[in-house]
């Protein structure tokens, strides 16, 4: 069956530090993938998206990478600040589908 | 970008009883799409409504236990029917948007009791 995972544990670091996050999945070849931002008592924004085509995108302090061989993408906090606290989600899906498989999200805490 | 507004925003209901979400977009979309989010899991789809057709369900859930209704391009509820402690969950709704991703509305926090 179809599996992504995130890192469970949560991610602490320091503030001006870059956070990596990984996703990793599974039996599934999506088309693109997504991270989203979500807070407590909030759904989740999205933040970036890469397609299978792409290896890196950047926008602002984040990066994302992604690594169809691997099965593998890792998002990249720069500089980060305790305002970046939250917990972040990957999700994939198929081309011409907008049916998301979501991971079950990294919390990070950046310390001040 | 999608404003979306969900209500309740969340609700404490009694075993066997029925709750409707409303979820209201600030702008007409075709396609409108219902997730559950149980405590420490991802979000799951539960299903996806069209406007003018029944919705569609994915794997696991159904239409008695969650009707769903999409009277037009702006607006849909979910309902979570005869309701147990299992059914606890955050349940978001979200529509798309080519290359930014979807939006979601805040969510509903519901604790059956």
């Known amino acids: 069956s179809q599996k992504i995972e995130q890192n469970s544990e949560a991610l602490n670091i320091q503030e001006g530090k870059t956070a990596t996050l990984t996703c990793n999945y599974t039996?599934?070849?999506?088309?693109?993938l997504q991270w989203y931002r979500q807070d407590p008592g909030r759904g989740p924004v999205f933040l970036l998206l890469i397609r299978e085509n792409e290896k890196e995108k950047r926008k602002e302090r984040l990066k994302v990478t992604f690594d169809t061989t691997l099965k593998q993408s890792l998002f990249h906090i720069t500089a980060s600040q305790p305002a970046d606290s939250a917990t972040y989600l990957c999700a994939l899906a198929r081309s011409g589908t907008y049916k998301y498989i979501f991971g079950t999200g990294t919390r990070l805490k950046v310390l001040a | 970008s999608a404003v979306i507004s969900q209500k309740p925003s969340r609700d404490i209901c009694q075993r066997g009883t029925s709750l409707t979400i409303q979820c209201q977009v600030d702008s007409q979309v075709t396609m409108m799409f219902w997730y559950r989010q149980q405590p420490g899991q991802s979000l799951t789809l539960i299903a996806t409504?069209?406007?003018?057709?029944?919705?569609?369900?994915e794997s696991g859930f159904v239409i008695d236990k969650f009707p769903i209704s999409r009277p037009n391009l702006t607006f849909s509820t979910l309902t979570v029917s005869n309701m147990s402690p299992e059914d606890s969950s955050i349940y978001l709704c979200s529509v798309e948007s080519r290359d930014r991703g979807a939006f979601f509305g805040q969510g509903t926090r519901l604790t059956v009791v």
């Open positions: 039996n599934y070849s999506p088309a693109y």
């Open positions: 409504a069209n406007q003018g057709s029944e919705a569609t369900y």
